[in-house]
């Protein structure tokens, strides 16, 4: 899991209730992602960030929000609007690898709505 | 469509044996392809990554092929351990000549070894 940290493992909330996941990372790197996870499905990206204070939707972007003001915190917020948000969080960050921007991904938060 | 599609989706090995598992590609342009471990619960960690001019990358057990003319890769593992248990998944970037090339990622190859 490299220096990446996501909190909490697990998450419960109730439908209608906005909850916030953590991700920091300590590696210096200027990109962070966020990714969503269902079984059978690849990783779909929801919002990226090159660096502090922007970030730009993914694919999947409808029902959540993220926020960058630290370069080391990229935290996302699932909202009310997002319908189905039971699903595995993964955060990331990527650095320059002689132009391969090698990905590196945290331990993944686990939400689930009632 | 850029997509990435790997078979088998499960496969199930005894301990000791090898295996391979596929990935085809229709990504345009390429930039590179990747190879990922995920363990059930946790991040994927990554075992290669291959640019277009390279055709094999080993990591220890693991060895990764890549046709860049037919959009085909392979992992190939040797030896199978019960630790390999995992979900394989095969991630391509494609090189929009940005600081941000876009991923496509399959849907995984779950690899259960047993003893």
């Known amino acids: 899991d490299g220096g990446i940290t996501q909190s909490p493992k697990y998450l419960f909330r109730k439908e209608g209730q906005n909850v916030t996941l953590s991700c920091e990372q300590n590696?210096?790197?200027?990109?962070m992602y966020w990714y969503r996870q269902d079984p059978g499905q690849g990783l779909r990206l929801i919002y990226y960030?090159?660096?502090?204070?922007?970030?730009q939707k993914g694919d999947i972007a409808e029902g959540y929000s993220v926020s960058r003001e630290k370069k080391e915190s990229f935290p996302l917020t699932v909202t009310s609007a997002q319908k189905n948000p039971t699903a595995f969080y993964l955060c990331?960050?990527?650095?320059?690898?002689?132009?391969?921007?090698?990905?590196?991904f945290g331990p993944g938060t686990r939400l689930t709505v009632t | 469509k850029n997509q990435v599609e790997q078979s088998p989706q499960s496969l199930i090995i005894l301990e000791g044996k090898n295996c391979t598992l596929q990935?085809?590609?229709?990504?345009?342009?390429?930039?590179?392809l990747r190879w990922y471990k995920q363990d059930t619960g946790r991040g994927p960690v990554s075992l290669t990554i291959?640019?277009?001019?390279?055709n094999t990358k080993s990591n220890g057990r693991y060895t990764a092929t890549l046709d860049a003319d037919t959009k085909q890769s392979s992992l190939h593992i040797t030896a199978s351990q019960l630790s390999d248990s995992a979900s394989y998944i095969c991630?391509?970037?494609?090189?929009?000549?940005?600081?941000?090339?876009?991923?496509?990622f399959g849907r995984g190859t779950q690899l259960t070894v047993w003893p």
């Open positions: 990331a960050s990527s650095i320059d690898v002689q132009g391969a921007y090698e990905q590196y």
């Open positions: 590696l210096n790197h200027d990109a």
């Open positions: 960030s090159q660096i502090v204070n922007d970030f």
């Open positions: 990935c085809n590609y229709t990504v345009s342009p390429f930039s590179n």
């Open positions: 291959m640019t277009f001019s390279e």
């Open positions: 991630v391509v970037r494609d090189d929009r000549g940005s600081t941000l090339g876009r991923l496509y």
